[in-house]
């Protein structure tokens, strides 16, 4: 089985090659060769544009699967329907579990939990691009299949609203963070060497064609734990602020999708339906060695970070103003 990964070195695809090699996938990743990580041995590697002629050859290297992680709007899967269509056997779509119906009817999201998310374009446009890629399937166009991760990390820590690493610059400069809400709603993320276990059980299997999957660790969390661990990582005493998430919104539009749109909602993910597909699975790393190991790479990042001034000024201005009300 030949596999093509349109990616293969991001945050998320990394981990599903080494997880793929290690069972030993025959794998080609296609992206710019910028990574700076070695690839795992025996994955081969095919430097290009998405738009360019290399990658419309492509569709010439008899792959069986392709896994494409870099696609956010619909001309690219009409470019890939016309790149791949039938000559492949497999082609594995990364949507986002943020699509989901916002705010959720149900603490428990399964795979036929509405794909209805007003509040984020982002997700709204994924949910387009899964609806137009079933219809593909089912005229028999193109063998897909969709996965939809959440919040899934390797390298960076999670974020909110802000990207985990401003959340922690904070932390180390003795800055306040805030946290939306009190902090105690329920949220699930994911190490990306957990994601990959059941994501490399999906390719090339007929049982996971023409429908949608939602990878995660099958337990959630507080915000509140999140961030406690995250200092205690990086050995640090964070000092939060508790900000309603409507008042967050009203400070900045921007947070509206991010926030509304994704993690200001308590939710927990049922994985009954790709369990029954790949069979079962555990997710072998606690919350303390997964955010634990994304240390040294944020150390790394931190010798070069110039923080955003307009953002953190704000944040200082939003957290001072809570912590007026006395609360």
């Avoid at 290297?61 to 039938?86: K, N, S, T």
């Avoid at 982002?122 to 399937?137: R, V």
């Avoid at 939809?148 to 390298?155: D, E, M, Q």
């Avoid at 990306?192 to 995660?216: E, M, Q, Y």
């Amino acid at each position: 089985m030949k596999i093509l990964y349109i990616g293969g070195t991001g945050e998320i695809s990394y981990a599903c090659v080494a997880a793929g090699a290690a069972l030993g996938q025959e794998i080609t990743v296609f992206n710019r060769g910028r990574n700076d990580e070695p690839l795992p041995p025996g994955v081969k590697m095919i430097r290009g544009e998405l738009n360019d002629a290399t990658y419309r050859a492509l569709g010439e290297g008899h792959f069986d699967v392709v896994c494409q992680f870099l696609a956010y709007a619909p001309e690219q899967i009409e470019r890939d329907l016309a790149v791949f269509g039938g000559k492949i056997s497999q082609y594995l779509f990364i949507s986002t579990a943020s699509a989901y119906q916002k705010p959720p009817r149900d603490w428990r999201i399964t795979e036929q939990t509405p794909l209805v998310n007003s509040f984020w374009p982002y997700s709204q446009t994924k949910a387009d691009m899964e609806a137009m890629l079933f219809g593909w399937h089912e005229a028999g166009k193109l063998p897909v299949t969709v996965v939809r991760p959440s919040h899934t990390y390797r390298r960076k820590f999670p974020g909110t609203f802000i990207s985990g690493d401003d959340h922690v610059w904070r932390m180390t400069h003795g800055k306040p963070v805030i946290i939306h809400g009190d902090g105690t709603s329920l949220w699930t993320h994911t190490h990306a060497s957990d994601f990959a276990k059941p994501f490399v059980r999906l390719l090339g299997n007929a049982k996971a064609l023409g429908r949608a999957f939602h990878i995660t660790r099958p337990d959630a969390t507080t915000w509140n734990a999140i961030f406690q661990t995250i200092g205690r990582v990086l050995g640090v005493e964070p000092k939060f602020v508790y900000v309603p998430t409507a008042t967050l919104v009203k400070y900045n539009p921007e947070w509206v999708g991010p926030l509304l749109g994704d993690k200001a909602w308590p939710v927990q993910f049922d994985l009954t339906n790709l369990m029954a597909v790949v069979g079962e699975f555990t997710c072998d790393t606690s919350m303390d060695e997964s955010l634990g190991s994304v240390v040294p790479h944020y150390r790394r990042r931190a010798e070069t970070f110039v923080p955003d001034e307009k953002l953190h000024a704000l944040i200082d201005r939003i957290a001072g103003e809570q912590a007026a009300l006395g609360v």
